[in-house]
Nanobody
Framework: QVQLVQSGGGLVQAGGSLRLSCTIA????????MGWFRQAPGKERDFVAA??????????SHDDSVQGRFTISRDNTKNTVYLQMNSLKPEDTAIYYC???????????????????WGQGTHVTVTS
């Protein structure tokens, strides 16, 4: 059973930074494609960023709304994926979810690929 445990998040002023972490329990971390989604109050859950294996190299993608401000990364030695969030805006306020998918089902997480596993979610609130 794969479990995703998130940490980080909290309250920050606009322009500030936060880092989210997601640690996977299990021995399959290095083989999973990972990503982050978020859900703002009253809205659907949206894709934020993904990091995927591609010919023995990791590739990343970020939604246009966070491009240049957020960065996804992973440390396979720690079974952890990160989301570094800089220049935060009030519209970034949401519950952020870590997610994972087996590469055999999706080459990368994104709007058209539903994850196999979800983290428990963590609140991020950005004040103006």
């Amino acid at each position: 059973q794969v479990q995703l445990v998130q940490s980080g998040g909290g309250l920050v002023q606009a322009g500030g930074s936060l880092r989210l972490s997601c640690t996977i329990a299990g021995r399959t971390f290095a083989t999973l494609n990972m990503g982050w989604f978020r859900q703002a109050p009253g809205k659907e859950r949206d894709f934020v960023a993904a990091i995927s294996i591609n010919r023995s190299a990791w590739t990343t993608s970020h939604d246009d709304s966070v491009q240049g401000r957020f960065t996804i990364s992973r440390d396979n030695t720690k079974n952890t994926v990160y989301l570094q969030m800089n220049s935060l805006k009030p519209e970034d306020t949401a519950i952020y979810y870590c997610a994972a998918v087996h590469p055999s089902r999706c080459t990368a997480l994104g709007p058209s690929c539903a994850p196999d596993y979800w983290g428990q979610g963590t609140h991020v609130t950005v004040t103006s």
